[in-house]
């Protein structure tokens, strides 16, 4: 048994667990020594509860995803367990600052935006409504990529998070499975040309009040013959370590693309990988409790996090046929009662295919599973020619689609364009399987642990039921009349904005203005999310500020911060010209009190714990119909930031929720979109309807943000006045007037201050906990265990 006064557990930990001496102890070893006192507290909780869904027999949901960007675990896991006093208290008592420690963590950046901090929310969720679950993914060595700028140029560099020891982390070496790549196939079995292990790696996720710990299983790979000694002693020493190095090459990295199918031979043996290790697990678990495979859908959720472990459902039909001998059709009933499908883009270059020469190859016998159960819902469905085959390739949308019992999109806008564009024809077929659950975040994380300012005005207001119930925020709405309340939400804003304005003048060496409009841009760089819309506004406002460098200008600070996939040209090209537009601007004395812009390098999951609870705006400005839900948008609104964007993926509920007067909405329609995209040389039009939008074009066209390189910008140019598919200039004049909206309302300390307070009243409903509370009731019929007194 660990101590029980927390002070002590920590310092057993630091010289039993670290061999330090208080004395010499550095903030890491005091990170790691608190940690590991966390950690205890939170094994307690994670045995009570997997002892617990035993006893039950409680139906467990499975949520595979190929990304979890958790980020830092640390202040999650004090906090959670109402530890955080005593913990501040304990390092204070040794002369040591709580933030140091907790921030010396390295995040864990293990996906690349959304997607990815969309399952770790889940998992917190999951843990905080007593929900027996287990996240299911890659233990990846190499995170995304570190990304620093060069010149004002992108530079990748790998991402290293463990070269440091992990303190969460239990190493399961009996967690083994073997697994098969290549080789040939029969009708009834398969005989592989090459396996690998997986082993598996368990973080323990806690929730609110730690009243319930689910597992986070992470796959590694693992070589079955590590060392060859003949090739050893024969001297070749890399030859006789090449099988490890191959084996571990498939947990080595994530692929750096977000919303971007990749169809590499590495990233299908990826998603083979942990999802075949994920089913043989679930299956393992189940049977050590069941005898009648039949039970499965009554016991076992699984869901698939886009398409990526799609290979799951064939796995299991293999496991149940192949290897177990049921009935193929069967088989088949038993996986679609097991499996979900969650969709997260409509963009048609990230959904996932596979060439079906390669996918044969490498999975020889699914391919033959995934014919057979094309073939039979083909027959089934004579009328309509719907196949996840075709053109030689296998589709993973369809598969899954056809594999699952339930499909849904992440908002309500992007659950309705999925039933009439990608899914229409297998909606039609299944018109009761696609359902809508908007997504949601972790109001633990994204409001009560990096806003402490504002948590505990919120608590002192309607007191602490709101962290684990968040729509009871509303009961704040009629203290945002009360002039006095209100100063102090402004005052927490204004607090926290000169903290940020600190940390970019010691990390960046910018000087920032708290007083300024704060209007901040951070998601990956994408030419859909149009960073470049943003950048072109603010070289017009600019050339518009040294015209009438006198005129009433609300000054403001342009924040972005985002990471571009390697191989995307166009968007890094769009970092580098808003870096260099920064670098003209900034310089510019006449300007200078009104207008900054800086590109905040290597953004991540700490990074926005810092950034959001100091935004006055959140850019949530995708061309309609391309952003199914967006997540950022909703921790923005939650944190006091109102919203500057389109009528797109959750941003319309968003508005609905914190009302139209509380959102500054511009832009084209997704119907809208559509018909305009329709108009010849639209761009060039829209171009010639609006001289500031010329002028600022032709800025860049002229090189005045490249002086050494005039012509370094034609490719943004030309495509912004050419085909500009993300109708960057047909919205720009709308999103100028939006964003001249709300310069005048930022004039207005009070108005402004209401706006932003209507929006953390009114966002509630953004919670994570909502959303997996509608997926545990619609989509996987899972309960909480939670004790209900407790
Ligand atoms: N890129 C969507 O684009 C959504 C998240 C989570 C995304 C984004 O709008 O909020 O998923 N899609 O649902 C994919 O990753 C495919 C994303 O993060």
Not at 76 to 83: A, F, K, M, P, S
Not at 396 to 413: D, H, K, T
Request: include cysteine; glycine fraction near 8%; proline fraction near 4%.
């Amino acid at each position: 048994m660990p101590p029980k006064d927390f002070r002590d557990a920590i310092v057993t930990h630091l010289t039993y667990s670290l061999g330090k001496d208080p004395d010499h102890a550095t903030v890491f070893d005091w990170r790691m020594a608190l940690s590991f006192a966390v950690r205890d507290r939170i094994v307690d909780a994670w045995m009570a509860s997997t002892r617990r869904t035993y006893a039950k027999d409680a139906k467990r949901v499975y949520y595979l995803s190929m990304e979890f960007l958790i980020g830092r675990l640390l202040e999650d896991g004090v906090i959670n367990l109402g530890l955080e006093d005593e913990a501040r208290r304990a390092l204070e008592g040794f002369g040591l600052n709580f933030t140091d420690v907790v921030t010396d963590e390295p995040d864990a950046a293990l996906g690349n935006g959304g997607l990815g901090r969309l399952a770790a929310c889940f998992m917190e969720s999951l843990s905080s409504l007593g929900c027996p679950a287990f996240g299911y993914g890659i233990r990846y060595e190499h995170g995304l990529f570190r990304q620093s700028f060069e010149n004002g140029r992108q530079m990748e560099a790998p991402e290293t998070w463990l070269q440091q020891p992990h303190p969460w982390e239990f190493e399961r070496p009996e967690a083994r499975f073997l697994l098969g790549f290549g080789g040939t196939a029969t009708a009834t079995g398969w005989t592989p040309a090459e396996t690998v292990y997986a082993e598996a790696y368990d973080t323990p996720i806690v929730g609110w009040q730690g009243r319930w710990a689910n597992t986070l299983r992470l796959w590694s790979g693992r070589a079955v013959d590590p060392f060859n000694l003949e090739k050893f002693n024969a001297g070749e020493f890399t030859a006789a370590t090449e099988g490890e190095a191959l084996a571990r090459t498939i947990s080595r990295v994530l692929y750096p693309e977000d919303s971007t199918e990749i169809g590499k031979a590495l990233r299908i043996k990826q998603e083979y990988f942990f999802s075949a290790a994920s089913v043989h697990d679930i299956l393992r678990r189940f049977e050590a409790e069941h005898a009648d495979l039949g039970l499965l859908p009554s016991k076992v959720a699984i869901q698939l996090n886009d398409t990526h472990p799609a290979i799951a459902g064939p796995e299991l039909i293999r496991l149940l046929h192949d290897a177990r001998g049921m009935d193929f059709d069967e088989a088949v009933r038993i996986a679609q009662g097991c499996l979900n499908y969650t969709n997260h883009t409509l963009l048609p270059e990230a959904l996932e295919s596979w060439d079906e020469t390669l996918f044969g190859e490498l999975l020889p016998r699914h391919l033959q599973i995934i014919d057979r159960v094309d073939a039979a819902h083909a027959k089934a469905h004579p009328k309509r020619k719907v196949s996840a085959r075709g053109d030689g390739r296998v589709k993973m949308g369809e598969l899954s689609f056809i594999l699952a019992n339930r499909v849904n999109g992440v908002s309500a806008l992007h659950t309705g364009l999925m039933k009439t564009t990608v899914f229409k024809d297998l909606n039609s077929l299944h018109p009761e399987k696609i359902i809508n659950e908007t997504n949601g975040v972790t109001p633990r994380r994204w409001l009560h642990n990096c806003n402490p300012g504002l948590s505990a005005l919120i608590t002192d207001t309607i007191g602490d039921g709101w962290i684990g119930d968040l729509e009871q925020l509303e009961i704040l709405v009629p203290h945002v009349d009360d002039a006095g309340w209100l100063e102090r939400y402004a005052a927490v804003k204004t607090a926290n904005k000169a903290a940020l304005s600190d940390w970019v003048m010691d990390a960046h060496g910018l000087k920032l203005d708290p007083q300024a409009m704060f209007d901040v841009q951070i998601k990956r760089i994408h030419e859909y999310k149009r960073q470049h819309l943003n950048i072109l506004e603010t070289i017009a406002l600019w050339q518009e500020m040294k015209d009438t460098p006198n005129a009433d200008w609300t000054p403001r600070v342009k924040l972005f911060a985002g990471k571009a996939a390697p191989g995307y040209f166009f968007a890094k090209e769009i970092i580098h010209l808003i870096n260099d537009a920064a670098a003209v601007i900034n310089a510019d004395k006449t300007t200078n009190d009104k207008l900054k812009v800086a590109f905040l390098p290597n953004y991540n999951v700490s990074m926005a714990e810092r950034l959001i609870p100091a935004s006055d705006l959140s850019e949530q400005i995708s061309t309609a119909g391309k952003e199914a839900s967006g997540t950022g948008n909703m921790k923005f609104a939650l944190n006091g930031a109102p919203t500057v964007g389109t009528l797109d993926g959750a941003n319309v509920e968003i508005r609905e929720r914190v009302g139209a007067e509380n959102f500054f909405l511009f832009g084209m329609t997704a119907d809208e979109v559509e018909a305009r995209r329709a108009i010849k040389n639209h761009a060039a039009k829209a171009v010639a309807a609006d001289p500031r939008l010329k002028r600022a074009i032709d800025a860049v066209a002229k090189g005045v943000f490249s002086p050494g390189e005039k012509a370094r910008y034609k490719g943004i140019v030309d495509n912004l006045t050419g085909p500009d598919y993300f109708l960057v200039t047909s919205d720009f004049t709308d999103y100028w007037r939006a964003q001249r909206d709300a310069d005048a309302v930022f004039t207005d300390t009070a108005a402004w201050s209401k706006m932003a307070a209507m929006n953390t009243a009114l966002s509630g409903w953004f919670s994570s906990d909502r959303t997996i509370r509608g997926y545990m009731a619609d989509i996987w019929g899972a309960e909480s265990l939670l004790e209900k007194d407790a």
